[in-house]
Every structure is written in C-alpha cells, then in structure tokens.
C-alpha cells in the first residue's frame, strides 16, 4: 500500500490556444511526484515557461503551499505552439489540485484562463472571445477568467462566464463556497447606438463629395479622393463610418474576435459597436498591411474588417505594400501560408484612399498654379497600378471649399440622416442578392449579375456609348459605372437604372479619362 506521503497525483485542467482568429481546447495535465524538479513541456514560449515564478510567489503570498516536489506539466496537444501569460491560472490551478488542496470534482466542467499578479490578482488576457466561442462548441458548462475579460466573454450565450478578481476567490468557485454569479450581457445593450466622435454636419460645402461617399458606403464601394494639400480628403474620410449601416450582431462578433485576438478590445467592454476605420501610415510593410509574422497575426487589413480602410497619401506607400492588396480586395479574405500552417483571416473592407494629383499638389487647383515639370502628373499617377485602380470603383476630386462656404452658420445634414438613407440601400440589396452566397452589396456583383440586375433602356445605352467615346472612358470602367448606377438608383428606390443614375455614376470616373493628367 503506497502512503499519503508518496502517492502520485495525476489532475488535468483546460485552457485555450490561439491559432489565427480561432481557439483550440488545451488540456493541461499536472503530475506530481517524489523529487524537488519542475518540467514544463508541450510547446510554450519562454512567457509561459516563466509561469513558475509567478505562480509559486502567488500562492506563497496567498497561504498557500508549493509542492517542492517534482512537478511535471504536460500541455496538450504538444504540437501546437503555447503563447503568453495566460496560462498562469489553469496550471496554478491543476498545482493546487494535484497537491490536494483543493478538491478536483468540478475541474472538467471549465476553461480556464488569467495571468496571475505575484499577490495572487488576475490582469487581463487577449482572444478571450475566440476562447469562448470554442468552449461552447466543445461542451463546457463555464469560463473562468479576469474580471476585465468578463463581459467580452459574456456575449457567447450558452456558456457561464465568471469574472474574478484573484486566484482565492477562483478556489472558492471551483470548492463551492462562493456567491460569484455568472455574468450576464442585456440585449439592450449589445444593440445601443454607435457612437461616433464625427460627423457630416462639421463638414462645410462639399455637397458633390458628400454625395459621392453616400453612394460609396451604400453600395460599398471603394472610392479614392484625389485632391490639393488642405482641401479635406482625411477629415471627409474620417467620417465615412458614420454614415455607413449600423452593425449586425454577426458582424460584431467577426470584428470583435479580430479585434480580441491582437489585445485591442478595451477592458470592461461587450461587443464593438462602432464600424472600424484603419488609417496605416505609407511607410507600413507588406505584412503590417495584410498580416504574417512568425506565428501569424492579423494585419491592418483584417483589422478593418467590416469597417474603412483609409490609405492617405496613396502614392508614397511602396508598390510591393499595395501590390499584396489585389487578391484581399477580391476574395475579401487573406490567406497567410506557413511551412506547418495556412492561417485565414477575414478582409471585407471598404477602401478609401487618399492622393494629391501632383508631386507639388496644386494640377488642377482653381487659383493656384501646377509648378511640376511636363509629364510629372501622369508619372506620378502611375506610382499606383492598373489592377490596382480597377477595383477603385468611385474617382472623385476634392476642390477648396470657397472662404463663402466656410463661413456659414447654417449646419450641414446629420450623419444618422444620411445613415438612414444608406441603410435602406442596402437593406434592398440584401434582399435582392439573399440567395446569392459571397454576395452582399452591389460592388461584389459578378459580370453575370451585372447583365442580370443592371439593364438598360435604349436611353441610357446612348448616354452611355455617348460619355464612353466623348471621355475616352477606358473598358474597365463600364462594368464599374453599371455598378454605382445600380447604387444609385437604389437610393433613389428606383427599380431600373434611370438617365440621371448613369449621369451621376459616368462623372464619378476621372482617373479613367484618357486626357486627366497630360
């Protein structure tokens, strides 16, 4: 018969890895034995090997013993890479259990998840979301994790998520004796308001610019400001997100879940609410734009995910950095390969990109003079590709607003009224595309869509060919006009492309006139 002193304590508690934008179930196995040795092992960095430390200050602060025995900590499975601090409670935990000083009945019923402070407090993790989702689907009944993280966990409902403050107050929840509650999210408040610190009332004149990021965000398209130093292209950008949809619960979660993968959901909070705008700086690399690294993470790209991806001063980022955003534009996904891994991340954003017309910034400016060498506007256009450009549905330029326009008192037209006009465009286009997989908005009709949903009467054939031979318009930009009239004219809740729909959609082409910059 083995003696109390010398048996061997076996005890198993279940964490979370992050692989992508999803999580993999942990199992984390604690073996106790006769000797004075610690081994980790099972493919943790050095943040998780590091736990040691952290966990045995802990519980020595907290009156509670480390076992100075051998201590043998198996994370499964071995072949997936264990990142972060996050660990520290799961194995603290599992120690505590397999030394017998805290009871082990409930420990398969929950994750659990935290970075232990040396007092024994819990800081906050990233990728809770992910973690949670992955709970649910493999059956636990709860989640254990940091107060902050709590309420971020709390919107996957079918799972119990308690928040705690440190690692006693977890022993008493797993023992039993504790009055912790799970907590609870009010559908009230996953569907509040976004709120924005912008809006198109700040905006003075700019009527026509206006318009144009109207129809852009309610058809999705992307569109590129083209414009003189000074004239407004950023600010006008800034609020795009303010007039685009409110959110859906689907696309709250996907954004939420990128979001908590990279660690930038504030403490404390649900759900993201607010469409995300991007704004990376032109001298960003290839993978800050679409993502990578070593254990890949997701890039500016999949940050924007259902949001605005603002690219300013689009000719000075390098060729290679917008060259790599060809394929995400199209597939609205980017795929991130590996020798032991092919990681996907979503990329559904709207681009808008941002550019003076010339080195100097002054070719086309009502009152001040071009001061760049013959030929310097086209070759500085060029800066930026062919591909490029065609999938850019919108070319609008930015004038000056007129000192008359600036001076005006009279406020200019709310973001939730034009928001709520957007909104009914698009409701009409989900309806109209509702058995169509891949397809949402009119920017992601197909040529066949295009002949199915975008004809035109004998009128607008005319005006069309007309404008196409006058302006020079090349052939990438027909299927490009089709589309924005199909816009249009749902915002006008019109069922067929009407003259005045193409009108608008032909000006909104500039770059593909033959003659613009020569």
């Keep these: 018969m083995i003696s109390l002193k010398t048996r061997i304590m076996l005890v198993k508690t279940f964490g979370s890895a992050l692989n992508g934008i999803e999580a993999i179930t942990v199992t984390i196995e604690v073996n106790i034995d006769r000797g004075v040795q610690f081994f980790l092992v099972g493919l943790p960095d050095s943040a998780v090997k590091e736990s040691q430390q952290r966990i045995e200050a802990a519980l020595i602060n907290n009156d509670l013993k480390y ?26 935990i599992a120690i505590l259990a397999a030394s017998e000083q805290i009871s082990c009945e409930n420990l398969d019923r929950f ?61 008493s929840l797993l023992n ?24 198109f009332a700040d905006v003075r004149g700019q009527e026509n610019i206006k318009r144009a990021l109207e129809v852009s965000a309610a058809g999705s398209h992307n569109v590129i400001l083209i414009g003189s130093p000074g004239s407004g292209k950023t600010m006008l950008a800034k609020r795009l997100p303010t007039i685009m ?27 993201l609410k607010t469409r995300p705008f991007r704004s990376p700086h032109h001298t960003t690399s290839y993978v800050g734009l679409v993502g990578g690294g070593a254990y890949p993470q997701p890039g500016e790209i999949s940050l924007a995910h259902n949001g605005v ?9 390098k060729r290679n950095v917008l060259e790599v955003l060809r394929q995400p534009m199209e597939d609205r996904m980017v795929t991130i390969a590996r020798a032991k ?33 013959p030929g310097s506007v086209e070759k500085y256009l060029n800066k930026i590709s062919g591909p490029l450009l065609d999938r850019i549905d919108l070319h609008i330029e930015v004038v000056p607003v007129p000192f008359e326009e600036l001076t005006k008192k009279t406020p200019g037209e709310k973001s939730s009224e034009v928001r709520a006009r957007v909104t009914r465009a698009r409701k009409i286009q989900t ?32 005006l069309l060919k007309g404008a196409m031979d006058r302006l020079n318009l090349s052939a990438r930009a027909h299927d490009r006009i089709l589309k924005v009239s199909r816009t249009i004219a749902d915002l006008a809740d019109s069922e067929n492309i009407r003259p005045e729909h193409l009108a608008e959609a032909i000006q909104y082409r500039s770059l593909d006139r033959e003659n613009w910059g020569k």
């Design 67 to 92: 076992p100075k025995k051998k201590i043998t900590i198996n994370m499964a499975p071995a072949d997936i890479r264990k990142e972060g601090s996050s660990y520290d409670l799961p194995i603290a």
């Design 111 to 171: 994750i659990i998840m935290g970075e232990l402070s040396l007092d024994g407090s819990l800081n906050p993790i990233r990728g809770v979301l992910p973690i949670a989702i992955r709970a649910m689907q493999d059956g636990f009944k709860g989640l254990i994790l940091p107060l902050a993280n709590a309420r971020e966990a709390a919107v996957v409902e079918e799972i119990e998520v308690y928040g705690v403050n440190n690692i006693m107050e977890v022993i």
């Design 176 to 199: 039993g004796t504790s009055s912790i509650k799970p907590v609870e999210i009010s559908r009230y408040e996953e569907e509040s308001d976004d709120i924005y610190a912008f809006d």
């Design 245 to 271: 949809p409110p959110m859906t619960l689907k696309e709250a979660l996907e954004t939420t879940k990128i979001h908590s993968v990279v660690g930038m959901v504030s403490n404390g909070t649900s759900l």
């Design 309 to 317: 991806l603002f690219l300013d001063e689009l000719p000075e980022f």
């Design 341 to 373: 891994q092919t990681i996907e991340f979503p990329a559904n954003f709207m681009l808008v990109a941002a550019m003076n017309p010339c080195p100097c910034g002054y070719y086309n400016h009502p009152t001040q003079e071009c001061s760049c060498q």
């Design 431 to 462: 309806e109209r595309f509702f058995n169509i997989p891949d397809v949402h908005s009119n920017a992601q009709m197909t040529s066949k869509l295009i002949q199915e949903y975008c004809h035109l009467d004998d009128e607008c054939s005319r």
